[in-house]
């Protein structure tokens, strides 16, 4: 998709502030710091209009970009950062279930891993929730860029060995927000999943 517009419309902390106009929805999750925003900024050809933030857990709320008034993507508040309260983790996480669990405009989540890494607890955790409530979900391996290109099989055999991948449900994808690897096929997978058929 060719993107030229592209607005933040609410940060919500409950269903009643949720846009009300039934466009499709694509939500993104992941640790914190993991690349949502880097991810997001590459799909919507943007250099820092989602923001990037050194400060894990900055995101506490559900951040409705829309765009090119055709869908909505949702930044979801990352989950696995030990210096937010335990209160807190647990209003995200009624939040965010609330959401993943509820909306009826919600098509897919596009759950983030970091390349470089086996998937977290907290990554298989979520990545079996996703499956339990029958969510489509792409698994995008982020940072794709720091290892090398010959080893990109040898990470994605990891990551879906650990995460106990289905593929009938599932979709994945290696990444970079540097050299924009992956990107196309992000955009493939979502706009399967929102019915558009559009041009890159």
Do not use: C
């Not at 559900?62 to 989950?79: C, I, M, R, T, W």
């Not at 399967?192 to 559009?198: E, L, N, S, V, Y």
Request: aromatic share 10%; net charge positive; hydrophobic share 40%.
């Amino acid at each position: 998709m060719d993107v030229h517009n592209v607005a933040l419309t609410i940060s919500a902390v409950r269903p009643a502030q949720y846009p009300s106009d039934a466009l499709p929805e694509i939500a993104l999750v992941g640790r914190s710091n993991v690349g949502k925003s880097s991810l997001t900024n590459t799909l919507i050809q943007r250099k820092a209009y989602a923001r990037t933030s050194a400060q894990p857990g900055k995101t506490q709320t559900l951040n409705f970009y829309k765009v090119e008034d055709a869908l909505y993507f949702v930044d979801v508040p990352g989950y696995g950062y030990a210096k937010v309260s335990q209160r807190e983790r647990e209003k995200w996480g009624q939040m965010i279930e609330t959401y993943l669990t509820q909306r009826e405009t919600l098509r897919g989540v596009i759950q983030l891993v970091d390349a470089r890494h086996a998937p977290s607890e907290d990554d298989i955790t979520m990545y079996n929730w996703l499956q339990y409530f029958d969510i489509p979900v792409l698994v995008v391996a982020t940072k794709a860029d720091k290892i090398a290109r010959g080893k990109w099989n040898q990470a994605e055999a990891l990551i879906k060995r650990e995460l106990e991948f289905n593929p009938g449900s599932s979709s994945f994808s290696m990444f970079s927000s540097m050299t924009k690897a992956g990107k196309d096929q992000v955009w493939q997978w979502i706009e399967a999943h929102i019915g558009a058929k559009t041009e890159q």
